[in-house]
């Protein structure tokens, strides 16, 4: 089996390493503030392939293009008053914006999945500036894991994942938000919340100063984020636990003790003090450890649904989903 070059993500020879592996077309794991990222070079339709593969991904799911600084955005997308305004408050930050694809933009086809819009994020985290910055250009990031599966907060998940597939692991250690970005649509006037995520819906609401589209029912556009499994442990997850049985792990929050805790087969709590943003860092690690104990579930306490809560409970519902009841969860 091939194993990756796993180099430090702080030090600067192997980011100045990890770019050139970019422009030869490999694969590049480097962490970001939200969760680790998958990343190739966005202009590069054979890396890009690489991309879907490595995470068997359908190829009519698009990727995000993540850019050292809103000027290399802005040669990628087509922004309007709402997309700039965005711009200008949440970058470098957890919020990606949709927008019409510029003429002369150097992201593929492949990337965007065919669509005339493309996904850009600018990331607020050293590691992943300084690459970006060495690079020169958009790098295609889909999160780290397996399609489908819990996302990389940890460069040990990301190896475990997809280790085999990759050219290098940037480790920058446990990322600082652990949850993904927050994904907006800004297109013909409007803006549109395609995925919950690291930034409240209210706080964007207030930047633009108007409400937020949601979702439509049978809106067509693809955010494997939305799907309905997603995120999805081994192991079947049972939300709004009350009770839980002896070979049922338990997740619980803010120290809560639901029937049964004491003769589980494992108990773990996302913040005991009940903070949200640590309940949303430490999310996707304790779903994979709870994974990999194979309890007969994982049960799951219910989780306030304000600030990053709702983000927290949207993984939470999709998650809960089976993977078999969907092949939509061959996913992001
Ligand atoms: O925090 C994050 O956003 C992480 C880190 C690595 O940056 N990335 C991430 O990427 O979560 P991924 O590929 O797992 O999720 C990207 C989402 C998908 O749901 C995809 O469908 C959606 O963005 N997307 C990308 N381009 C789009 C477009 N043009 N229109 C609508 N949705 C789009
Ligand atoms: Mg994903």
């Not at 709004?240 to 929050?253: Q, S």
């Not at 450890?289 to 194979?294: G, N, Q, S, W």
Request: charged share 20%; net charge negative; hydrophobic share 45%.
């Amino acid at each position: 089996m091939r194993h990756p070059l796993v180099l430090s993500g702080h030090d600067q020879d192997a980011i100045t390493h990890a770019a050139q592996a970019l422009r030869g077309g490999g694969l590049v794991a480097f962490a970001t503030e939200t969760v680790y990222g998958l990343g190739a070079d966005a202009a590069n339709a054979n890396a890009v392939a690489k991309v879907y593969e490595a995470k068997g991904r359908p190829s009519f799911n698009p990727l995000i293009a993540h850019l050292s600084d809103t000027d290399v955005a802005e040669r990628e997308g087509v922004f309007d008053a709402n997309a700039a305004t965005l711009a200008t408050t949440f970058w470098p930050g957890p919020l990606t914006l949709v927008v019409p694809r510029a003429a002369g933009g150097s992201v593929c086809d492949l990337a965007t999945a065919g669509l005339d819009t493309v996904a850009l994020r600018v990331p607020d985290h050293a590691g992943a500036r300084a690459l970006l910055a060495a690079f020169g250009g958009p790098v295609v990031a889909p999160s780290a894991n397996r399609s489908g599966y819990v996302s990389a907060t940890q460069a040990g998940h990301v190896i475990a994942d997809i280790g085999e597939r990759l050219d290098v692991v940037l480790d920058s250690g446990p990322t600082d938000i652990g949850i993904e970005s927050t994904i907006v649509a800004c297109l013909e006037g409007a803006c549109r919340l395609l995925r919950t995520g690291a930034i409240a819906a209210a706080d964007i609401e207030a930047a633009i100063g108007c409400d937020l589209a949601r979702p439509k029912k049978d809106d067509s556009i693809q955010a494997p984020g939305m799907l309905a499994s997603h995120y999805a442990p081994s192991v079947p997850v049972r939300l709004d636990a009350t009770h839980v049985a002896p070979d049922e792990a338990l997740i619980t929050f803010a120290g809560a003790r639901p029937g049964g805790v004491n003769d589980c087969m494992a108990v773990e709590d996302l913040s005991p003090s009940g903070s949200l943003r640590e309940a949303a860092a430490r999310l996707f690690t304790v779903l994979r450890e709870m994974d990999a104990k194979m309890p007969r579930a994982i049960a799951i306490v219910p989780i306030p649904d304000d600030g990053l809560g709702a983000a927290i409970n949207d993984r939470l519902r999709r998650a809960a989903v089976p993977h078999t009841t969907s092949r939509q969860a061959e996913t992001a």
